[in-house]
Nanobody, 123 residues
Framework: QGQLVESGGGLVQPGGSLRLSCAASGFSLAYYEIGWFRQAPGKEREGVSCIGSSAGSTYYADSVNGRFTIPRDNAKNTVYLQMNSLKPEDTAVYYC????????????????WGQGTQVTVSS
């Protein structure tokens, strides 16, 4: 049974950086679209970024474009979310999800979801 595990969350000051990791076990992330989502208290889940299963196409929500990147390391079976210039409004639980042989589309259905990691941006 495959599994996704996120890590790297924490407390950071505004303007700081964090790198979230999404590590897979039981399957190869190289064949999967990886999406990063976040959900803040009282708000709906928001698609933040994704990377397609082939050709490495990427997408960034307007709210994070220019500040976040989504590098993939197939050798480590891990996809990252590099978050720079963090703002208080980035505070949320961040989730990664994997969808087999899918382009980058932040769709509604994914094969695997991680458990989430908390990111808090505060001074």
């Amino acid at each position: 049974q495959g599994q996704l595990v996120e890590s790297g969350g924490g407390l950071v000051q505004p303007g700081g950086s964090l790198r979230l990791s999404c590590a897979a076990s039981g399957f190869s992330l190289a064949y999967y679209e990886i999406g990063w989502f976040r959900q803040a208290p009282g708000k709906e889940r928001e698609g933040v970024s994704c990377i397609g299963s082939s050709a490495g196409s990427t997408y960034y929500a307007d709210s994070v474009n220019g500040r976040f990147t989504i590098p993939r390391d197939n050798a480590k079976n891990t996809v990252y979310l590099q978050m720079n210039s963090l703002k208080p409004e980035d505070t949320a639980v961040y989730y990664c999800a994997a969808d087999y042989l899918n382009p980058c589309d932040l769709g509604d259905e994914y094969d695997y979801w991680g458990q989430g990691t908390q990111v808090t941006v505060s001074s």
